[in-house]
């Protein structure tokens, strides 16, 4: 079965850190763009970052720049997304898809897979 699962989602304190995880089975990552979205309540679903096997990483918000970073391990067929001095306004429901092509993009259109989304809480 081909899907994406996220995990590392949760409640921390604004100035801490999590890594959120996006799994691929039924396929390999290897040459496949990831890109991390998130959905604030109320808000709609915003493209973070994004990793591409071409170009690299692509970032989508400016307000995570040096703060959030994206890796890929090909060997666990994983994606990570490293949240550092989280802030309250950081908080949302976190999903990895991959979209059509090689090259990152946030247009949802592009995207023809979806992970469930994990919850990421910022809060004292």
């Known amino acids: 079965q081909v899907q994406l699962v996220e995990s590392g989602g949760g409640l921390v304190q604004p100035g801490g850190s999590l890594r959120l995880s996006c799994a691929a089975s039924g396929f390999s990552l290897d040459y496949n763009v990831i890109g991390w979205f998130r959905q604030a309540p109320g808000k709609e679903r915003e493209g973070v970052l994004c990793?591409?096997?071409?170009?690299?990483?692509?970032y989508y918000l400016d307000s995570v720049k040096g703060r959030f970073t994206i890796s890929r391990d090909n060997a666990k067929n994983t994606v990570y997304l490293q949240m550092n001095s989280l802030k309250p306004e950081d908080t949302g429901v976190y999903s990895c898809g991959t979209p059509r092509g090689y090259y990152c993009t946030d247009s949802l259109y592009e995207y023809d897979l979806w992970g469930q989304g994990t919850q990421v809480t910022v809060s004292s």
């Open positions: 990793i591409s096997p071409v170009n690299g990483s692509t």
